[in-house]
T-cell receptor, first 113, second 115 residues
Framework: AAGVIQSPRHLIKEKRETATLKCYPI?????VYWYQQGPGQDPQFLIS???????DKGSIPDRFSAQQFSDYHSELNMSSLELGDSALYFC????????????FGPGTRLTVT | AQSVSQHNHHVILSEAASLELGCNYS??????LFWYVQYPGQHLQLLLK??????LVKGIKGFEAEFIKSKFSFNLRKPSVQWSDTAEYFC?????????????FGTGTKLQVIP
């Protein structure tokens, strides 16, 4: 079965650079969620989109922005990167409506040096 | 807003021992409950979920969880653990709402199974 696809899987950036992470949902999933998991920490919700509109916002820094496109894929844009942004970034998707489980992608490991 | 607490941060068991990981949540309304597992170096995977109906939910790999509404609990159990169950386990809750959900995770429990 198709799964959530995230790219790239690994990314190394320097401080103050920008990064773009991409998430491609499972077919017919219209809801996308972004999470940040720091080393040894639980996943922290960043932001979500439902039907291409922002549906909820968590602890997402102002330096980050995200959007969902017409094909339901989503991109997380991160600017002015800081060392503390080094983490695993998960995307999860769900079909919305009555089903509420999220399927997680493999994550993008971002390292800021 | 909902919150989730997992009481055990680190659990060490011998193979064949029984497992029970505690999870309590706080939310005033109807919730959906989940347990996720994260094996070392891997992404989160859904173990089991509760939406409605039978409060005893069976998941993959022999795991089960029981939803006790009066106690706001959703404890994860397995009668006999294996070394391959070594992983981090996250309890999560989402309010039952239309359109979309926001999942709140607990802080996780690291399970180490000793051969």
């Amino acid at each position: 079965a198709a799964g959530v696809i995230q790219s790239p899987r690994h990314l190394i950036k320097e401080k103050r650079e920008t990064a773009t992470l991409k998430c491609y949902p499972i077919p017919r999933h219209d809801t996308v969620y972004w999470y940040q998991q720091g080393p040894g920490q639980d996943p922290q919700f960043l932001i979500s989109f439902y039907e291409k509109m922002q549906s909820d916002k968590g602890s997402i820094p102002d330096r980050f922005s995200a959007q969902q496109f017409s094909d339901y894929h989503s991109e997380l844009n991160m600017s002015s990167l800081e060392l503390g942004d080094s983490a695993l970034y998960f995307c999860a998707t769900s079909p919305g409506g009555r089903t509420y489980e999220q399927y997680f992608g493999p994550g993008t490991r971002l390292t800021v040096t | 807003a909902q919150s989730v607490s997992q009481h055990n941060h680190h659990v060490i068991l011998s193979e064949a021992a029984s497992l029970e990981l505690g999870c309590n949540y706080s939310y005033g309304g109807t919730v959906n409950l989940f347990w996720y597992v994260q094996y070392p170096g891997q992404h989160l995977q859904l173990l089991l979920k509760y939406f409605s109906g039978d409060p005893l939910v069976k998941g993959i790999k022999g795991f089960e969880a029981e939803f006790i509404k009066s106690k706001f609990s959703f404890n994860l159990r397995k009668p006999s653990v294996q070394w391959s169950d070594t992983a981090e386990y996250f309890c999560a809750v989402a309010p039952f709402s239309g359109g979309y959900q926001k999942v709140t995770f607990g802080t996780g429990t690291k399970l180490q199974v000793i051969p």
